[in-house]
């Protein structure tokens, strides 16, 4: 048995979807403007998680996945992933929000190469069911939701298929309508579990079943409860059965600063209808089954940038992604250290080329690095930062041939509301110094207890073993302008000219 802990995962990993496939529990999660894009984890008893694979370097290539149009696909790019083991088959199915196409990718090996495909037309938080009578449909919406009937092959909707609408929210008494559609058959029974807001109380978990496809479809709310009293609620996700035939809900709880947080709910069954457990204290700390209790998990975060595959090739760790897709040619891994020449011209850290990027984990979390800049130009920033919106970072850069640290935050007032919204100014400066060295060690601590959700950052020579703290807190702030939690993001942008180059190493993250 394993004891599972809620939040199961203490970092953002939003949207959740689950399978079991042979005793092997599968889950995929929004990644939005992040690459490689869709992460896919594995775990074999719901509560330990590995980050596995990826279904794709990007889901398009273009100037604005690459942000190279000074804009970018912030709060874009695949949302609301659905998993789904059929024939021995994997699919995965998801939406973009930047290019407005649905993305079907198919895998006889998830750890391996993904086929990418598309669907015709565009399907809000969809989720696949393929019946027992072959049939396959597409399920998804926002306060109406659909059920579309696909062709065998995938491809778009049926001639003369179900095309309909099945569930309707009452727009005046909700602040979201239902969406985040899971479906599922079970027992004979179809169901589907939707995530909505109403007015007055905080996001719930609904379910609604039919007997048949095309038939009758009626349900209620189904979990109306929040976690260590941050007044969120849990909701959105898939649900999963066990190999020995428990049933449980991977849903998410916004956290904040550091995003949305994967939970994990027991869920038991009355008279054919689903019922989640709502206690708080009941879902936070319980039992589980445990199918592989010798496997040694890889952790969530890493301290090192590359590993060596079985051909001996230096390759990312997969708990990196970069912001966008990046300019190959100009980052670089070697000997477990990071370097990054500058392709472009940018004012911020929102629009800096080839930011590499990974989760911060809370309730606390600290990350370093060490940062040779003997070969950025004037006007050049390159350190480690957070990125959201609302971003702020320590950097080394280049005035006059003068070296200098600088604390910079965003300038311009941030519209936390407004999706997509992207930062054009440039950054503002909070504290600096000039140094004479040209490596520096720099170090940013995050706190995302309750109510907490800050940052500060510290500095040291490398020959040195005590830090320089600055007094001065950055606020973070979890807002719908990139939609994603916090990032430890190691970055370096020109102003001026391109071509300085900045090389880090000595990565070290720690969970506190």
Known sequence: ???????????????????????????????MHFMPCCVILKSYNLVDWEIINYVNPFHDVNQSTKLQDNNGI???G???????????????LFIANDTGKTYLFTSDDINGEWKKSEIQGFYHDASLLFDDDKRVFIVHGNSEIHLTELKSDLSGPKKDGINKIIIRDDKNKVNLGYEGSHIYKINGNYYIFLIHWPKNNFRTQACFMAKEIDGQWSGKDVLCSDLDNWNNGLA??????????????ILFQDHGAIGRIPVLIPVNWQDDFPVFESSQEKIKTFQVEDFNPSYKYEPLFTNDFTYLDKNGTEKLKLQWQFNHIPEISFVKFKNNQFEITTSSICKNLC??????????????????VQVDFSQI????????????????????????????????????EQDLYKIGQVDKDEVQIIWQTQIQENKIIFRENFDFSLNADFVNFEYKNISSENWSKIDFKKKLKFGLDHFTGARIALFNYSTKIIGGKSIFSNFKFIKE
């Not at 629009?351 to 370093?368: H, I, M, S, V, Y």
């Not at 920033?381 to 919106?389: A, D, E, S, W």
């Open 74 to 76: 912030y709060a874009k």
């Open 236 to 249: 959105q996700g898939g649900i999963v059965q066990t190999p020995n035939k428990k049933w449980y809900a």
């Open 351 to 368: 629009l800096a080329q080839n930011t590499l990027t990974q989760r911060t984990f809370g309730p606390k979390c600290f990350a370093e």
């Open 78 to 92: 695949m949302w609301a992933a659905c998993i789904r083991y059929h024939k021995g088959l994997f699919y995965i």
């Open 1 to 31: 048995m394993k004891q599972a802990i809620n939040p199961i995962i203490y970092s953002d990993f939003p949207d959740p979807d689950v399978i079991c496939v042979n005793n092997v529990f599968y889950m995929v999660s929004t990644t």
């Open 377 to 412: 130009n004037d006007g050049d920033f390159t350190g480690i930062g957070v990125l959201q919106g609302d971003y702020a970072f320590i950097a080394a850069t280049k005035t006059n041939g003068k070296n200098q640290i600088v604390i910079a935050t965003r300038k311009s």
